[in-house]
């Protein structure tokens, strides 16, 4: 199950949970949503609040880890966006808007993923959807939904 919470900050691009300091660090000050997602994982979007090249940073934090496990970027060269319109579709999937409409899954069990082997270049790739780090496991998916 998704649900929106409200007792997470973002201070000094260190995550505050309910007022403690978790020791975890974000890429960017402005924390947009924070969802809770089966009492184990928060899903975190943070955007960079860089005028007229915003990014977004998506993560996803173990809890019983305390760290993060996956993470996408989104963002283009020269353009500005906001990140708006989260829709809570089921319990493993939702769409928001940024730079157009995405569709984010949550996998029931870490998947194996060798993608990066085959991502065009980093400037082309940024030009066409999500920045991925390298990584064999994955927590989740995103796609674009346009």
């Not at 493993?92 to 194996?112: A, Q, T, Y």
């Amino acid at each position: 199950m998704i649900k929106k919470l409200t007792n997470i900050k973002i201070h000094n691009n260190t995550i505050i949970i309910d007022g403690h300091d978790s020791k975890v660090h974000v890429d960017g000050p402005c924390l947009e949503t924070a969802l809770l997602v089966d009492d184990n994982y928060i899903l975190l979007f943070v955007t960079l609040d860089c005028p007229f090249e915003e990014g977004l940073e998506i993560y996803l934090l173990d809890l019983q880890q305390n760290r993060i496990i996956d993470k996408a970027q989104l963002g283009l060269m020269y353009y500005t966006d906001f990140f708006s319109d989260l829709l809570i579709l089921s319990e493993k999937s939702l769409l928001f808007d940024f730079f157009g409409v995405w569709k984010l899954e949550l996998f029931d069990k870490p998947k194996r993923s060798l993608s990066y082997l085959f991502s065009p270049p980093y400037g082309l790739y940024l030009h066409l959807g999500a920045i991925r780090p390298l990584s064999l496991i994955r927590y989740f998916s995103l796609k674009s939904n346009d």
